[in-house]
């Protein structure tokens, strides 16, 4: 419809989207502009070129809540003998002392602050590297949420990564004792170079974890994480987790041992 301007009838006309003739409008109500009606689930944003896409509520709660680097190396409480934890800006160093059996070297951040009951859902992500000797399956690096204890004993929710490239999804309980063993991959699935990620979720007790193999700089792409377990209900883990917690174990003396953890991050959905 053209609608002459009633100022000034000279200038040039200008065409009015739905008129009385039918014609279609642009929406009004919010809520027809961002939801569709038949899956009003769906967010829609614009990309970087500016064009409508749809994204899934997960990916909303990605954005509003991403992962945060733990940047300081601050903040780190370490324990346990026979070995050392050097702590740095995202990184964690750890390392077992020749001659040690059944060492535990400890370490962990709390995060009372952003996580402090059972009922806020966490994400970990890190990439691994370790040097293990002798029986690399008595090589164990132990990294999850647990309490905000002097140790990294439980309750606990962990990626096991052991010497020999196997990754496991567990749990522990407050005394320490792993309670359950989720799923667990095949020897050898996740590089031990510095190139392999982790990503460990913790919802109160239901837990999912994934890996794969990326870059030493950069996680793997969406489509190379690998599924080790859907969520899975551990009801004997329930409770408050409010620290990222790692631990380095040999269960015999297989020598002196290294690991370490780089691009640690977490995410805390309230």
């Given at each position: 419809?053209?609608?002459?301007?009633?100022?000034?009838?000279?200038?040039?006309?200008?065409?009015?989207?739905?008129?009385?003739?039918g014609g279609a409008s642009l929406p009004d109500d919010p809520a027809a502009v961002l939801l569709d009606v038949a899956s009003p689930s769906t967010f829609v944003v614009l990309d970087p070129a500016g064009v409508g896409a749809a994204i899934t509520p997960a990916d909303a709660r990605a954005a509003?809540?991403?992962?945060?680097?733990?940047?300081?190396?601050?903040?780190?409480?370490t324990g346990g003998t026979g070995g050392t934890v050097t702590q740095g800006a995202s990184t964690l160093a750890l390392t077992i002392t020749s001659g040690q059996s059944g060492v535990q070297t400890d370490a962990y951040v709390p995060y009372a602050t952003k996580a402090t009951t059972a009922g806020p859902?966490?994400?970990?992500?890190f990439r691994v590297a370790m040097t293990p000797a002798g029986t690399v399956t008595n090589v164990i690096l132990w990294v999850g949420f647990g309490t905000a204890a002097g140790t990294a004993r439980g309750p606990a929710v962990l990626a096991l990564v052991r010497g020999d490239g196997l990754v496991e999804l567990a749990a522990m309980d407050s005394s320490g004792t792993l309670v359950a063993t989720i799923a667990q991959s095949s020897t050898g699935a996740l590089p031990l170079d510095g190139t392999g990620w982790v990503e460990l979720s913790d919802?109160?007790?239901?837990?999912?974890?994934?890996?794969?193999?990326?870059?030493?700089?950069?996680?793997?792409?969406?489509?190379?994480?690998?599924?080790?377990?859907g969520y899975a209900a551990v009801a004997s883990v329930r409770g408050a987790r409010a620290a990222?917690?790692?631990?380095?174990?040999?269960?015999?003396?297989?020598?002196?041992?290294?690991?370490?953890?780089?691009?640690?991050?977490?995410?805390?959905?309230?």
């Open positions: 419809m053209l609608v002459s301007s009633a100022v000034d009838p000279n200038l040039a006309p200008v065409i009015v989207a739905g008129g009385g003739g509003l809540y991403p992962l945060t680097p733990v940047t300081t190396a601050s903040g780190w409480t859902r966490k994400r970990l992500r919802d109160g007790g239901l837990v999912s974890l994934v890996y794969g193999t990326g870059t030493s700089s950069a996680p793997p792409a969406d489509e190379a994480w690998v599924s080790l377990a990222v917690v790692a631990q380095f174990t040999q269960w015999t003396n297989e020598g002196a041992q290294a690991a370490s953890l780089a691009d640690i991050s977490v995410q805390v959905i309230p």
